[in-house]
T-cell receptor
């Protein structure tokens, strides 16, 4: 059973702080990793994708991947109240015809003004 | 990325009836998926919609209950058949792009279904 695990939270950080969201996965052959943001009542929105070990930065967001430890994280710098949402980690194990994503349960983030 | 629209955005249905949800993409996508999301829960994949052939269903989901069509590369439908209150959920359509973004899934706005 392929699994993706996240702390459910809620994770509460003050405005301007760094929010750190973590995700572990069980399938060692996983190739592609994604972070989605989902506001209450809305559909998931892709904010970061990462495919190789190391860091990938996009604005205030940094994704970090460590395949040896089967660990992917998302850092949000200078957190804003508008970042308050549920963050979903998703992992694609098979890069062939089957492009299914395995989803974590999500971490709820609250950024306090 | 492409934009996905879904119709209807919400509906309230009676037990035993069926509802067809439409998913339209504004450009061709390689793969399309249908998900269900209960309030406060993560996403559950129902099936992969295959263009011109039968959908590939996940464990626990069957074609008789959730028939899916995908007649071309930009359109798919999901029917929720013989509904019961347990089918009340948000149903989401997603697609994957082409080229450098082939692995990235983007979502439609969802259809909120309530079964009485």
């Amino acid at each position: 059973q392929k699994e993706v695990e996240q702390n459910s939270g809620p994770l509460s950080v003050p405005e301007g702080a760094i929010a750190s969201l973590n995700c572990t996965y069980s399938d060692r052959v996983s190739q592609s990793f994604f972070w989605y943001r989902q506001y209450s009542g809305k559909s998931p929105e892709l904010i970061m994708s990462i495919y190789s070990n190391g860091d990938k930065e996009d604005g205030r967001f940094t994704a970090q991947l460590n395949k040896a430890s089967q660990y992917v994280s998302l850092l949000i710098r200078d957190s804003q109240p508008s970042d308050s949402a549920t963050y979903l980690c998703a992992v694609m194990a098979d890069a062939g015809n089957n492009r299914k994503l395995i989803w974590g349960l999500g971490t709820s983030l609250a950024v306090n003004p | 990325s492409a934009v996905i629209s879904q119709k209807p955005s919400r509906d309230i249905c009676q037990r035993g009836t069926s509802l067809t949800i439409q998913c339209q993409v504004d450009s061709q996508v390689t793969m399309m998926f249908w998900y269900r999301q209960q309030p406060g829960q993560s996403l559950t994949l129902i099936a992969t919609a295959n263009q011109g052939s039968e959908a590939t269903y996940e464990s626990g989901f069957v074609i008789d209950k959730f028939p899916i069509s995908r007649p071309n590369l930009t359109f798919s439908t999901l029917t929720v058949s013989n509904m019961s209150p347990e089918d009340s959920s948000i149903y989401l359509c997603s697609g994957t792009g082409a080229g450098g973004t082939w692995a990235e899934q983007f979502f439609g706005p969802g259809t909120r279904l309530t079964v009485l």
